[in-house]
């Protein structure tokens, strides 16, 4: 085992002329983070030991928080110092070739997806947005909506109790399909609105409470593609829908400005099987 | 017609939404789980994305606690001058969320998880 044995950490790929990236911090600690060009693309990377990041070393590293975070971070830094770049295009974490002749082999066999790729999210950034629901808020706007809400009120009484049970279990059914339409029409809405002041849009998963801290249910996780011209439109789009739909229970949270992570989504160097 | 309107300057976040900074959530999400990838053959150390998300999945949950508990090791800045105030702060404040989450538990029966995973497998080659 030689502990010299290096590799070369990619952390994505950029229109030429990036800069800024000096003295940011890698994944491997000192390593400086450099760029190699070739075929007009400039590759954003930095070396990494092999003991810590081979193939072999790697499997257990990953199911280790105190290992994994800082490194998560650290990729995601380097990107950001790379927003400059008229195009970026982020690679997955962990994305390591044997050396600097071959990330150069790599950038001119693939210099037509690559360019493609670029040419995608050239003049953009991802914006986040996601969007919480207070689901005490959105019930007393579907009741005010719904004629049966009134009633619910009032008729307890007359029946016997068997009766009013049942009724009561037949309007709380009916209002909680009311309540899952108005959620499911609110956050396509959302969606959509948003998709319209952006290049792309797709949206993930919504995040498990324990991810986001909060008591209110995410009910939306977007990713946007913006063009950095139209930011101000997008920005305005997501203001006038927090508007909108604050007195529904709506609240929204936005990140960004980040590589295009959700736009990058390309494989490259199956073709050789 | 047009009211002023606050783009990326983080200066004075408004009322409408919050921006903060993005959670360790939103960067394993991005980070391990999108961007370009490069195949096996030409990588040398590509991750089995399958694998990975699985993983990450459990993580985020655990790192997310262990951020909310104070034990921010990530975050490990070196400007950690006055180290023992600090370590103060952080004890007083994490008995303050021991004592909140035993309070928000509650009666359930919270225990710390019958995660066993069962069968060890060996796979050593």
């Given at each position: ?6 590799a070369?950490?990619v952390?994505g ?7 800024g ?21 400039a590759?954003?990377?930095s ?8 193939p ?5 590293r990953?199911?280790?928080p105190?290992w ?7 990729h995601?830094?380097?990107?950001q110092?790379?927003?400059n770049?008229e ?18 082999d ?8 690559l360019?493609?790729?670029?040419a995608?999210?050239a003049?953009?950034r991802e ?6 629901l ?10 005010a909506?719904t ?7 009032g ?19 009916a ?6 339409a108005?959620?499911d029409?609110?956050?396509?809405y ?18 498990p409470?324990?991810a ?19 930011e101000?439109e997008?920005?305005?789009?997501a ?9 529904r229970?709506?609240?929204?949270e ?9 736009f ?10 | ?17 919050r ?5 360790l959530a ?10 370009l ?22 993580l ?7 951020e909310?508990l ?7 800045d070196p ?7 600090e ?7 994490l ?10 538990l ?10 066993q995973t ?5 796979n050593s080659?």
């Open positions: 085992m030689t502990d010299e044995a290096r070369c950490y952390y790929v950029a229109a030429p002329g990036v800069d990236l000096g003295d940011a911090a890698g994944v491997a600690g000192d390593e400086p983070v450099r760029t190699v060009v070739a075929a007009g693309v590759a954003i990377v070396d990494v030991p092999l003991e810590e990041f081979g072999s070393a790697i499997g257990d990953l199911e280790d105190t994994l975070a800082p490194r998560v971070r650290a995601d830094r380097v990107l110092r790379a927003l770049a195009a970026l295009v982020p690679f997955r974490f962990c994305t390591i070739l044997p050396g600097e002749p071959e990330v150069r790599f950038l001119a066999r693939y210099r037509e997806p360019g493609t790729a670029l995608r999210v003049g953009k914006w986040g947005i996601k969007a919480f207070d689901d005490r808020m959105l019930v007393d706007h579907v009741r909506a004629p049966e809400g009134e009633a619910a009120d008729g307890g009484a007359g029946g016997g109790t068997g009766t009013a049970y049942l009724l009561q279990k037949r309007r709380d059914r209002l909680l399909a009311a309540m899952d108005a959620r029409a609110a956050t396509r959302c969606h959509e609105r948003l998709a319209a002041a952006a290049a792309e849009a797709t949206t993930s998963p919504p995040q409470g324990d986001t801290g909060r008591d209110q249910p995410m009910v939306l996780n977007g990713a946007y593609l913006v063009a950095i011209a139209g101000r997008f920005a305005g789009a203001d006038r829908l927090a508007d909108e739909f604050a007195d229970g709506f609240t929204f936005r990140t960004g400005p980040w590589p295009a992570y959700h990058a989504d390309v494989t490259l160097g199956q073709e050789g099987r | 017609m047009s009211d002023p309107i606050r783009v990326p300057d983080h200066a004075a976040a408004p009322a409408r939404y921006e903060g900074p993005a959670s939103d960067l394993l999400d991005r980070v391990l789980d999108k961007g990838v490069i195949a096996g053959d030409i990588s040398i150390a590509l991750l089995d994305v399958e694998v990975i998300t699985i993983k990450v999945r459990l985020i949950a655990s790192a997310d606690k262990a909310e104070g034990i921010d090791w990530w975050r490990n400007h950690l001058s006055s180290e023992a105030r370590t103060q702060d952080r004890n007083r404040e008995q303050r969320r021991v004592e909140e989450l035993e309070a928000r509650g009666g359930s029966d919270g225990g710390p998880a019958e995660e069962g069968e060890a497998e060996d080659g």
